[in-house]
């Protein structure tokens, strides 16, 4: 039921933008099991982020946190975000973007993508622990043309910009593929 169905290796931009994305939404609090095409959504608080089935208007007064955006599961078990406009200075944005920039950054520090990718992560709950493990699956067989090599990936995607630019409107912030947002 989670098995990751790929069509083939990606690009550097793309491979990179789904794990950020996919990595962040694995790191939101949710007690579901994903299905894939449903769309969740996705909010920041207090406590972090929260995934949710509840959408913003259905919440009231009593909403999770700060609404980033619309969440989908794809076949290949990464994941797709679509958000409406935001204020450049929102919370759930500018949360967005650290957590973004923290991920690029530690990925740069590593030798190898396959070894570092959360094919079994004990101290996750259940759901994000079988998703992450789908994600690995994908992402191992999903590599870019460079290889395993994280120096040679980040040396083709060499900033991180594209995943959250800093003069991008909220719309296209994290939205679409690599392409649609430079």
């Known amino acids: ?10 690009d550097a ?20 099991k994903p299905v894939v095409g449903n769309t969740y959504y996705l909010y920041t608080g207090e406590k972090g982020w929260t995934l949710s089935l509840i959408s913003p208007k259905e919440w009231g007064r009593s909403s999770p946190g700060e609404f ?4 989908r599961l794809r076949i290949d078990m990464t994941w797709e975000m679509s958000i409406d406009e935001l204020a450049e200075d929102s919370d759930a944005l500018v949360r ?6 923290g991920f690029v ?10 070894t570092h990718l959360p ?3 004990s101290h996750l709950p259940y759901y994000q622990r079988m998703l992450g493990t789908a994600l690995a699956s994908s992402l191992k067989k999903s590599l870019p043309a460079s290889g395993d090599s994280m120096k040679a990936l980040m040396a083709q995607q060499s900033s991180s910009r594209y995943l ?6 909220g719309a296209r912030v994290l939205q679409g593929r690599p392409s649609q947002t430079v």
């Open 1 to 10: 039921m989670m098995q990751p169905t790929v069509a083939g290796p990606k």
């Open 164 to 169: 959250l630019p800093a003069n991008a409107s």
């Open 68 to 71: 980033l955006a619309s969440c």
């Open 13 to 32: 931009g793309e491979f990179l933008r789904d794990y950020a994305i996919s990595s962040l939404i694995l790191t939101a609090k949710f007690g579901f």
């Open 105 to 114: 950054d530690a990925l740069s520090n590593q030798d190898s993508i396959s």
């Open 96 to 101: 967005a973007r650290e957590f973004i920039h």
């Open 119 to 121: 094919f079994y992560e």
